[in-house]
């Protein structure tokens, strides 16, 4: 039997920098951004540290066009995602090391803009009007296709209720 296990980051933090939204070759959108979390302590004789880490974000797909638009430089954000190592080999033919933070979702927190609850919902509300736009030409199609009944007009009075 297989142990389970769980890959999971979830961070609070601001961005270093503007999201960078790019296609790869087979046309999938794929977007880069920095975050930074910090924390602060108290130490023995009462001086107060802090220490910051700096964390790069990849979101592939809608989530990459999402977070192009709604997420700029300072904006404060929840993430979650999982933690990805990989190597590379960089233009100096050295090989390179670099650790990634998936994104599975986030929230933008408000500055008096729309927060990402907000666009999220509008934006599902539009592909729900779009869904149920097909939906609708898909039914009329269906109908379209089905033989004409010719008992169409009904007389109340033959109801026998």
């Avoid at 009462?46 to 990849?58: A, F, L």
């Avoid at 169409?152 to 209720?161: H, K, M, R, S, T």
Wanted: net charge negative; with cysteine.
């Amino acid at each position: 039997m297989a142990s389970r296990s769980l890959n999971r980051v979830l961070l609070i933090g601001n961005l270093t920098r503007d999201p960078e939204l790019k296609y790869t070759p087979n046309g999938t959108a794929v977007c880069t951004f920095g975050v930074a979390t910090n924390r602060s302590w108290t130490t023995a004789d009462g001086q107060t540290k802090e220490d910051v880490q700096y964390h790069r974000i990849v979101a592939w797909q809608k989530l990459a066009e999402l977070c192009s638009k709604l997420l700029n430089k300072g904006k404060k954000v929840y993430l979650e995602g999982r933690l990805t190592y990989r190597s590379f080999t960089g233009k100096d033919n050295q090989e390179k090391s670099i650790t990634e933070i998936v994104l599975d979702d986030f929230i933008v927190f408000g500055n008096g803009r729309k927060s990402l609850t907000e666009e999220t919902t509008s934006s599902q509300e539009e592909e729900k009007d779009e869904l149920e736009t097909k939906e609708k030409q898909e039914e009329k199609k269906e109908e379209e296709n089905e033989p004409k009944s010719l008992d169409e007009d009904v007389n109340a009075d033959d109801i026998p209720f």
